[in-house]
């Protein structure tokens, strides 16, 4: 079995969890993913199964939209609430939707980040989780991200009592962008503390909230053997790429790793051969050479 699954992963469960769910499921052990979600965030993860592992580069790059929460007034160890509260700035009056949208947009476009302690970001071999954890401090590598679009999506709301003001998001966002730390940052251009209080994922990998299936519904899919209705063929990850049809000849070609002279000029095409997806082949010096195989994709049913 190949391809590409776009599960729900609900609050309260681990990426790592999620894998391990949809191998026991599937009875397949080479399933990884395109980007962790964090514990306490829900959404679309989606899943390479079998040759499908090779695609998670491609699905990674083509960026992620969320919807989320911001809380204005107080900040936490994680960046969000599962942390302890490290800062309190207490507002006295709330800001206006023009201030709130200014500040995002202060946030768009190419942006440095560095990415907070409470993070799976490896430094000197260790996770800076790890060091968190223990107490310790190191010194975090700062991070190029895109954010192509930050836009407050409801009216804000202010508490008196409790000196906070919290709002609706959608981001739109590179690969390897931290929300959390997009939060902390809106509050530093306010000047007030801030964390994320809730967050989805709603499309990954070009796929949306929509189209993911729940554990409990591939489950079912397993049990009335219907998975083929779920699991996407791996060229869905590189449908942006001109489709090459190959005749037997060429196909025979490049099950020998050879090069193709095609009427093509894009950088990358994708090759088929009765009707599944066998290879990636990139332009290079008027040929088409190998980028990705998949020659032992075939149709799941």
Same mark, same amino acid.
């Given at each position: 079995?190949?391809?590409?699954?776009?599960?729900?992963?609900?609050?309260?469960?681990?990426?790592?969890?999620?894998?391990?769910?949809?191998?026991?499921?599937?009875?397949?052990?080479?399933?990884?993913?395109?980007?962790?979600?964090?514990?306490?965030?829900?959404?679309?993860?989606?899943?390479?199964?079998?040759?499908?592992?090779?695609?998670?580069?491609?699905?990674?790059?083509?960026?992620?939209?969320?919807?989320?929460?911001?809380?204005?007034?107080?900040?936490?160890?994680?960046?969000?609430?599962?942390?302890?509260?490290?800062?309190?700035?207490?507002?006295?009056?709330?800001?206006?939707?023009?201030?709130?949208?200014?500040?995002?947009?202060?946030?768009?476009?190419?942006?440095?980040?560095?990415?907070?302690?409470? $993070?799976?970001?490896?430094?000197?071999?260790?996770?800076?989780?790890?060091?968190?954890?223990?107490?310790?401090?190191?010194?975090?590598?700062?991070?190029?991200?895109?954010?192509?679009?930050?836009?407050?999506?409801?009216?804000?709301?202010? $508490?008196?009592?409790?000196?906070?003001?919290?709002?609706?998001?959608?981001?739109?966002?590179?690969?390897?962008?931290?929300?959390?730390?997009?939060?902390?940052?809106?509050?530093?251009?306010?000047?007030?503390?801030?964390?994320? $209080?809730?967050?989805?994922?709603?499309?990954?990998?070009?796929?949306?909230?929509?189209?993911?299936?729940?554990?409990?519904?591939?489950?079912?899919?397993?049990?009335?053997?219907?998975?083929?209705?779920?699991? %996407?063929?791996?060229?869905?990850?590189?449908?942006?790429?001109?489709?090459?049809?190959?005749?037997?000849?060429?196909?025979?070609?490049?099950?020998?790793?050879?090069?193709?002279?095609?009427?093509?000029?894009?950088?990358?095409?994708?090759?088929?051969?009765?009707?599944?997806?066998?290879?990636?082949?990139?332009?290079?010096?008027? %040929?088409?050479?190998?980028?990705?195989?998949?020659?032992?994709?075939?149709?799941?049913?």
């Amino acid at each position: 079995m190949n391809g590409i699954l776009p599960l729900y992963k609900p609050t309260g469960m681990t990426s790592a969890d999620a894998v391990y769910h949809a191998r026991k499921i599937l009875g397949i052990k080479k399933i990884g993913h395109s980007g962790t979600l964090d514990p306490n965030v829900d959404g679309v993860l989606p899943l390479a199964i079998g040759a499908g592992t090779k695609a998670v580069p491609q699905l990674m790059a083509s960026g992620k939209v969320y919807t989320g929460e911001i809380t204005l007034g107080f900040a936490t160890t994680t960046e969000d609430l599962d942390g302890e509260v490290v800062d309190k700035t207490p507002l006295t009056q709330p800001f206006t939707a023009d201030q709130l949208d200014a500040a995002l947009t202060a946030w768009t476009g190419n942006i440095t980040q560095i990415p907070p302690m409470f $993070s799976a970001v490896k430094v000197n071999g260790r996770r800076l989780y790890e060091y968190a954890r223990a107490g310790e401090t190191v010194k975090r590598p700062e991070r190029q991200a895109t954010v192509s679009q930050f836009t407050r999506t409801d009216e804000p709301v202010f $508490s008196a009592t409790d000196g906070t003001q919290r709002f609706r998001f959608e981001v739109h966002v590179s690969k390897g962008t931290y929300i959390r730390t997009l939060a902390v940052d809106v509050g530093k251009t306010l000047g007030v503390a801030a964390v994320m $209080s809730q967050l989805t994922r709603v499309k990954s990998g070009g796929f949306t909230l929509k189209q993911a299936v729940s554990i409990e519904q591939l489950k079912a899919h397993a049990a009335a053997g219907t998975l083929a209705d779920v699991i %996407q063929p791996i060229d869905i990850a590189f449908a942006d790429l001109p489709q090459v049809d190959l005749t037997v000849e060429q196909f025979e070609a490049i099950s020998h790793g050879r090069f193709l002279s095609l009427d093509q000029q894009t950088p990358r095409v994708r090759l088929h051969f009765a009707g599944v997806l066998k290879a990636i082949y990139r332009r290079e010096d008027d %040929q088409y050479r190998p980028d990705l195989m998949f020659l032992a994709n075939e149709k799941n049913v």
